[in-house]
């Protein structure tokens, strides 16, 4: 069995994944080292291409886990041979972008942002009343690990959460404890004027173009702030730049955007309240992600060989877990 690794796994991380092999031995190229010859007996995959495409060279493939949350171009019709499975790794990013999103939010609701400009002009200045979070309402859109992960630390410092689901179920009550409340994506219309905090961790795909367009990003309140940390298309880029610039809404922390990257003539760099970041919430900025998503891919490795079901088997008509 052929199985080919691409994440920048450290020595030691390597040793762990070589163990979840047995007898076979992986082998370790970065994603740029992909070749067409490499591909074209390989059984396995565990790791992200440069382009999901290349996923036809591997005409045997068997299963391929990616080393990420999204599934973006791996799950178009024919791309995989019959028969193999996708996995991903969610679970492997709650940590590192839900502590993203909160450092983010403490820097718009007390004005951090400012602050720094202002010390970057050595003025010394107030700027203001800041805002508080303890005893604001949560509007989660995505309630997947990284959704959840950021709804149980917004509970715990005092917010009301709201999450939004695909669908939902009596099944989902106990997943989604970190939700006071929990709604499906019909109900969100009426949910956004009600939050203080609308937070995005939506992968990218056909059902989730534009969930914030212009019209909803009109509903929000004065004092909303927008995080978006899933994929930028989810939310209408210039629609909410013009929120921003006219005082509609207070801030918004993107660590995605739409284009990506975004255009350096793009109004939104400079808007009120805007905080960007280049998609590094997530990836390898974290050491521990890493490390979580070597895990996965361990555990994964072993139930693989010893022929038991995968963790986060993709479901190729949706792009979510099953």
Request: with cysteine.
């Amino acid at each position: 069995m052929k199985i080919i690794v691409t994440p920048p796994f450290t020595e030691g991380q390597k040793e762990r994944i070589r163990k979840a092999a047995g007898s076979e031995e992986p082998l370790f190229r970065l994603k740029s080292e992909i070749t067409q010859e490499l591909l074209s007996d390989a059984d396995v995959i565990l790791g992200n291409l440069d382009s999901p495409s290349q996923v036809r060279w591997a005409p045997d493939l068997k299963w391929i886990q990616l080393n990420n949350a999204g599934t973006e171009g791996y799950c178009e019709p024919g791309l995989l041979p019959e028969g193999a499975v996708l996995t991903n790794a969610t679970g492997a990013y709650g940590l590192a972008i839900s502590e993203h999103m909160i450092a983010c939010l403490f820097m718009l609701r007390k004005k951090l942002n400012l602050y720094y400009e202002d010390q970057l002009r050595r003025e010394w200045k107030r700027e203001g009343h800041v805002g508080v979070i303890q005893g604001t309402t949560v509007l989660v859109i995505g309630l997947g690990d990284i959704g959840r992960t950021f709804a149980r630390k917004m509970k715990a410092l005092g917010c009301y959460t709201i999450g939004i689901r695909r669908r939902v179920s009596e099944k989902a009550v106990p997943e989604d404890a970190a939700a006071d409340e929990v709604h499906g994506m019909e109900d969100l219309d009426r949910l956004l004027s009600r939050a203080d905090v609308v937070a995005l961790s939506l992968p990218g795909n056909a059902s989730t173009y534009h969930v914030l367009n212009r019209e909803r990003i009109g509903l929000l309140k004065p004092n909303a702030i927008v995080l978006n940390v899933g994929r930028g298309t989810a939310i209408d880029t210039d629609a909410l730049s013009d929120a921003l610039c006219a005082g509609n809404i207070v801030g918004a922390a993107l660590d995605v955007t739409d284009p990506e990257p975004l255009p350096a003539e793009h109004p939104l760099w400079g808007a009120p309240g805007a905080l960007i970041t280049p998609h590094v919430s997530g990836g390898y900025s974290l050491p521990e992600t890493l490390a979580q998503i070597c895990d996965i891919f361990a555990e994964n490795l072993e139930r693989f060989r010893k022929g038991e079901p995968l963790r986060n088997v993709v479901d190729m008509g949706t792009g979510y877990c099953r």
